[in-house]
């Protein structure tokens, strides 16, 4: 194939990782708590988007919806449920899949097997012979605004201030006045519009069926044990060399050799560097 078909397959790809892992790298790279619902968090994102588009509001609007309903969602769960898991991995794993499974099978109960669609916007445009879809070139623009964004607040801001004091020494923060239990759930929720917003951005390229968050918690996962703790310093250096991966052996040999290359390029990683690329940055660093 061609060096921009390659590049354009690499954007696409860095997209989708980035978007799907930023939201499960706050709440398990940045708290602790492994959520095994992110994948239905993307979805209810990707399902709310497209019934209110439906309704007729433009597809701004409609992701915007989407992402502060799962925020909000997330932030609900996190006050009953997760609030009484953290320190508790094994057993904030067990209830965050079982948050799943009645998301997804209340969802296909509501709702049904599937989904009608919403077009894609933008339409396409054409180079060296191929076709490419302009929405998706515009997903990789939107992924690197999040991860800029992420910075900025987490740098920036003094929520992101109180947030990484929580998350580095929840104790000290709380014995100097922090109230630790409002910034938790504050981040929870962040990390669940985040998904959601993933889901909504993502709600015009795919088919809506209960089960498609399946497609992103993987690929989430992957990224963000790759990348690992610091989600400001792993999860980008993270989506470029899985993308990297992907894209050369997909373009070489198809999807299937593409998503064999890229777990088998995690294995690697975590072998080589057990921390993550973020630990290996920050020792360079020092």
């Known amino acids: 194939m061609s060096t921009i078909v390659f590049l354009y397959q690499f954007a696409d790809n860095f997209a989708f990782l980035v978007l799907c892992a930023v939201g499960l790298a706050i709440i398990f790279g940045m708290m602790g708590v492994i959520n095994l619902a992110h994948g239905e968090f993307i979805m209810l994102g990707a399902y709310i988007t497209a019934v ?29 449920i997760i609030r009484h898991l953290y320190r508790r991995p094994l057993d904030s794993i067990i209830a965050t899949w079982g948050i799943s499974l009645i998301i997804s099978q209340g969802m296909l109960i509501m709702a049904g097997p599937t989904l009608a669609g919403i077009p894609t916007p933008f339409g396409s ?9 302009v929405y998706r070139l515009f997903l990789v623009a939107v992924a690197i605004a999040v991860l800029g964004a992420l910075y900025y607040v987490f740098v920036h801001t003094r929520y992101g201030v109180y947030a990484r004091a929580t998350i580095q020494d929840p104790d000290i923060a709380r014995a100097l006045g922090l109230n630790t239990d409002v910034m938790y759930g504050l981040t929870f929720a962040f990390g669940a519009g985040l998904a959601g917003l993933t889901g909504a951005l993502y709600a015009p390229t795919m088919t809506l069926v209960p089960t498609m968050g399946g497609g992103f918690v993987v690929p989430a996962f992957v990224t963000v044990i790759v990348g690992g703790g610091d989600v400001l310093v792993g999860t980008a250096p993270a989506g470029g060399v899985l993308s990297i991966v992907q894209s050369a052996l997909t373009s070489q040999f198809g999807t299937l050799i593409g998503q064999v290359g890229l777990l088998l390029a995690v294995v690697v990683t975590i072998r080589v560097l057990p921390k ?4 290996w940055i920050i020792r360079k660093k020092a």
């Not at 209110?52 to 932030?75: C, N, R």
């Not at 993550?276 to 630990?279: A, K, N, P, T």
């Open 125 to 133: 445009v054409t180079a060296g012979g191929f076709t490419f879809s």
């Open 52 to 80: 209110t588009a439906h309704f007729g509001l433009p597809l701004v609007v409609a992701i915007v919806v989407g992402t502060i309903s799962v925020a909000l969602i997330g932030s609900v769960l996190e006050r009953l």
């Open 276 to 279: 993550g690329i973020s630990d």
